[in-house]
């Protein structure tokens, strides 16, 4: 082999040599780990916003009714089924009487006796008083004529003595006669307690609503209290709404309100806040408010679900950005803002934020400042970045 190839197959292995470097080279920058990280971008920019809550909730009747026995009982008719519209006053069910019948006419029989035994004793007053007076009489006579002394002392005693006796048997009659009276009263109110008992095994409508549910049927046995028909007022439906506690600030009686109903998600109705619940639930953490329909649709079920948004005022002009954009190091919060085309963090205070994922700005950044919205791994402040417009890389995309 002579020197000049030698030399020729020396450049060839260098020039190889060379381009393998080069290429490790350009692969590491470009796909291995110190190739730049592939970010997205936004521009600070200033607007308003306008702040929203939202929270899920359930439709209920504000005016509902359980209708059920005031005492233990077995049912005997139920004439009404679910999905009835009845009218206040209206017979719904009727529980069996049991001895309720015997006992108002064991009581009527007895309210009869005492009523004789009232006339009675007024007739022994009659008696008695006609006979105090006939006393009365006898002994003012016999006083006269033992003054004259016609009579002896002892048959004046006489007739003092029956004078005392016609008196005490007046007040005898007369005792007599506030006792029957109170007992007439006594069997009267047993009489009427028994009446209302009577009247309750006869289950009414308390109002004008429709029948969501039949608890019981012909021949159960039902306890005090329980149902045995629920209804409802059909023209009170509202929804009962759950906000997140930590998202609930704002959150006030009259709010507008936009819902979505499961049945019809693309059918927003609208509504306002009624009332804020004083009582928040302490296990799933959440705020319940009522929210009632500003026109009642037709067909809503007691149940069914709905998505309510809360429209809150409108803020005043701030700056704005990406809440993806948020990032956090330790307890600092801050975004990564571009300076001289490397990412350095920047601490910011924020305001409130909307549904669009907005977030007001405070302090820490100013307008048309640029910030990192997606990256493709952890950003550090040595690192080389990529601007892209997604990260996200079509299909196809070499």
Same mark, same amino acid.
């Given at each position: 082999?002579?020197?000049?190839?030698?030399?020729?197959?020396?450049?060839?292995?260098?020039?190889?040599?060379?381009?393998?470097?080069?290429?490790?080279?350009?692969?590491?920058?470009?796909?291995?780990?110190?190739?730049?990280? #592939?970010?997205?971008?936004?521009?600070?920019?200033?607007?308003?916003?306008?702040?929203?809550?939202?929270?899920? =909730?359930?439709?209920?009747?504000?005016?509902?009714?359980?209708?059920?026995?005031?005492?233990? =009982?077995?049912?005997?008719?139920?004439?009404?089924?679910?999905?009835?519209?009845?009218?206040?006053?209206?017979?719904?069910?009727?529980?069996?009487?049991?001895?309720?019948?015997?006992?108002?006419?064991?009581?009527?029989?007895?309210?009869?006796?005492?009523?004789?035994?009232?006339?009675? /004793?007024?007739?022994?007053?009659?008696? /008695?008083?006609?006979?105090?007076?006939?006393?009365?009489?006898?002994?003012?006579?016999?006083?006269?004529?033992?003054?004259?002394?016609?009579?002896?002392?002892?048959?004046?005693?006489? #007739?003092?003595?029956?004078?005392?006796?016609?008196?005490?048997?007046?007040?005898?009659?007369?005792?007599?006669? %506030?006792?029957?009276?109170?007992?007439?009263?006594?069997?009267?109110?047993?009489?009427?307690?028994?009446? %209302?008992?009577?009247?309750?095994?006869?289950?009414?409508?308390?109002?004008?609503?429709?029948?969501?549910?039949?608890?019981?049927?012909? =021949?159960?046995?039902?306890?005090?209290?329980?149902?045995?028909?629920?209804?409802?007022?059909?023209?009170?439906?509202?929804?009962?709404?759950?906000?997140?506690?930590?998202?609930?600030?704002?959150?006030?009686?009259?709010?507008?309100?936009?819902?979505?109903?499961?049945?019809?998600?693309?059918?927003?109705?609208?509504?306002?806040?009624?009332?804020?619940?004083?009582?928040?639930?302490?296990?799933?953490?959440?705020?319940?408010? %009522?929210?009632?329909?500003?026109?009642?649709?037709?067909?809503?079920?007691?149940?069914?679900?709905?998505?309510?948004?809360?429209?809150?005022?409108?803020?005043?002009?701030?700056?704005?950005?990406?809440?993806?954009?948020?990032?956090?190091?330790?307890?600092?919060?801050?975004?990564?803002?571009?300076?001289?085309?490397?990412?350095?963090?920047?601490?910011?205070?924020?305001?409130?934020?909307?549904?669009?994922?907005?977030?007001?700005?405070?302090? =820490?950044?100013?307008?048309?400042?640029?910030?990192?919205?997606?990256?493709?791994?952890?950003?550090?402040?040595?690192?080389?970045?990529?601007?892209?417009?997604?990260?996200?890389?079509?299909?196809?995309?070499?």
């Amino acid at each position: 082999m002579n020197l000049h190839s030698l030399s020729m197959r020396h450049l060839s292995i260098g020039t190889v040599v060379v381009l393998l470097v080069g290429a490790l080279a350009y692969v590491s920058l470009r796909t291995g780990p110190l190739a730049p990280v #592939r970010v997205t971008i936004v521009q600070v920019k200033e607007g308003i916003l306008s702040p929203s809550l939202f929270g899920v =909730g359930t439709v209920e009747a504000r005016r509902s009714w359980m209708v059920g026995p005031t005492i233990a =009982g077995r049912v005997i008719k139920v004439g009404v089924d679910v999905g009835d519209f009845v009218k206040a006053g209206q017979l719904l069910a009727e529980m069996d009487p049991v001895d309720l019948d015997q006992r108002l006419s064991a009581l009527d029989a007895s309210l009869a006796r005492a009523g004789s035994a009232q006339a009675a /004793a007024q007739a022994q007053i009659t008696d /008695a008083m006609a006979r105090r007076t006939l006393a009365r009489a006898n002994t003012q006579r016999n006083v006269d004529l033992a003054k004259q002394n016609f009579i002896s002392p002892g048959a004046l005693e006489a #007739r003092v003595q029956e004078q005392a006796s016609a008196e005490a048997a007046l007040v005898a009659t007369q005792a007599n006669l %506030q006792g029957t009276a109170q007992d007439l009263l006594r069997l009267k109110a047993e009489r009427a307690g028994l009446v %209302q008992q009577r009247g309750t095994v006869r289950l009414l409508a308390p109002a004008n609503g429709v029948i969501t549910s039949r608890d019981a049927e012909a =021949g159960s046995t039902v306890l005090a209290g329980q149902p045995v028909l629920r209804l409802i007022d059909p023209d009170s439906l509202w929804v009962k709404l759950r906000v997140d506690q930590g998202r609930s600030a704002g959150l006030v009686s009259g709010l507008k309100a936009e819902i979505s109903m499961r049945s019809r998600p693309r059918m927003p109705l609208q509504g306002r806040v009624a009332r804020i619940e004083l009582l928040a639930d302490s296990v799933t953490e959440e705020r319940i408010a %009522q929210v009632t329909f500003e026109n009642l649709p037709s067909g809503l079920a007691i149940g069914e679900m709905a998505e309510v948004t809360l429209q809150l005022p409108s803020l005043q002009p701030a700056l704005l950005i990406p809440n993806a954009s948020i990032q956090h190091q330790g307890n600092t919060t801050g975004v990564w803002r571009l300076e001289k085309e490397y990412p350095v963090f920047a601490p910011v205070q924020l305001g409130t934020n909307d549904l669009q994922g907005q977030v007001q700005v405070l302090q =820490g950044l100013h307008k048309d400042d640029q910030i990192v919205v997606y990256s493709q791994k952890a950003l550090t402040s040595n690192s080389r970045i990529q601007v892209v417009d997604t990260l996200v890389k079509p299909v196809g995309a070499p």
